[in-house]
């Protein structure tokens, strides 16, 4: 075999092939990328898709022999078909999206198992080509799993388990990326705080490991100092409300002693404080001063730093898009609200 006949072979392997769903027999028009070409229906795009729409409104797409009887330079075709490229789309994604567009079981924004690369190829396309449907229905799936309301978020913040086919601990920094270079700005507050519970170093190698656009890095960044401060004010102001309810709480346990729950907290050499040290809503998690106190105190006196505690977790969480530079909740859960209805 000579080079020229080698070459003629790459180029054939590398070529893209027809796809074997999204190949319908009468199909109208067909889109090329890096993999696969896709022989679909230029009407049923067109409904759904304002790019599409204009992409095939053009005056020399579907209508290849006027423009060549007329002496004109004649659009790319395919088996007599006009042929589209689309630049810059990977293959398995533009699958994705057709196979949404043209199977109505093949996606389903209610499931919290949908693959994590259907949920971001989804997002990216259909905002590219402005599938309106399409692009509500994923940030209303994403926004389940990462929620505005700090009781709801409290009942999915697990990262060890499974969203999207793979480990919750594992979607937070490509979601963020996409809903970044989407604009999907409703998903920026929960999803910025989910990539703030990790030290600096993992945000950075986990953001160029994803894609990460560094403008969306750099506010992760500073978004995450400013929590952190707004964490240290709320956790070591506790104290203070600690020492002032001695005079208001009735120990159980303590019989004449009115505050001996709470007094053995303070007198553990707890600094609250401490509880700021990692981006974590729920403070007590890794303090054992604090572990033992919930493990031995009686009611009253437990009673009293759960309310306390959530008082101050709602109290951060309330400030949480301001800290990213996001719009309140308010404003959020209305545009949310919006879209719901649309």
Not at 258 to 282: A, K, Q
Request: net charge negative; hydrophobic share 40%; charged share 25%.
């Amino acid at each position: 075999m000579d080079v020229d006949e080698l070459r003629c072979d790459e180029e054939t392997t590398k070529a893209p092939k027809p796809h074997d769903v999204l190949w319908f027999p009468d199909g109208n028009v067909v889109l090329a990328t890096d993999l696969y070409l896709f022989k679909v229906h230029k009407s049923l795009l067109s409904l759904h898709s304002s790019v599409f729409k204009d992409m095939f409104e053009l005056s020399n797409v579907g209508d290849s022999a006027a423009g060549e009887s007329a002496g004109e330079k004649s659009q790319d075709a395919y088996d007599g078909l006009p042929l589209i490229t689309l630049v810059g789309d990977k293959g398995e994604d533009v699958v994705h999206l057709l196979r949404t567009v043209f199977e109505i079981r093949y996606y389903d924004y209610h499931s919290d198992k949908t693959p994590l690369d259907i949920v971001v190829a989804l997002l990216l396309l259909s905002t590219k080509y402005d599938f309106k449907d399409i692009r509500t229905n994923v940030i209303l799936q994403i926004i389940r799993q990462y929620p505005t309301d700090l009781k709801d978020y409290d009942l999915v913040d697990d990262d060890t388990s499974l969203l999207f086919d793979d480990h919750r601990v594992n979607c937070h920094f490509a979601l963020l990326g996409a809903a970044y270079r989407t604009n999907a700005h409703v998903l920026f507050p929960t999803l910025y705080f989910a990539c703030s519970k990790n030290s600096i170093q993992h945000i950075i190698e986990e953001s160029t490991r994803r894609g990460v656009p560094a403008e969306c890095l750099y506010a992760l960044l500073e978004g995450r100092e400013r929590l952190l401060l707004n964490f240290y004010k709320q956790a070591a102001s506790m104290e203070r409300m600690v020492e002032a309810a001695t005079a208001h709480i009735t120990c159980i346990r303590g019989g004449n002693d009115r505050t001996s729950c709470l007094r053995d907290l303070l007198l553990s050499g707890i600094f609250f404080g401490e509880f700021s040290t990692d981006v974590n809503l729920h403070f007590v998690r890794r303090s054992p001063e604090m572990f033992d106190f919930f493990n031995q105190a009686c009611e009253t006196c437990k009673t009293f730093m759960e309310g306390r505690i959530a008082w101050k977790r709602n109290a951060v969480w309330d400030k949480l898009p301001s800290n990213f530079g996001c719009p309140g909740w308010n404003v959020i859960r209305e545009q949310l609200g919006e879209m719901a209805e649309s």
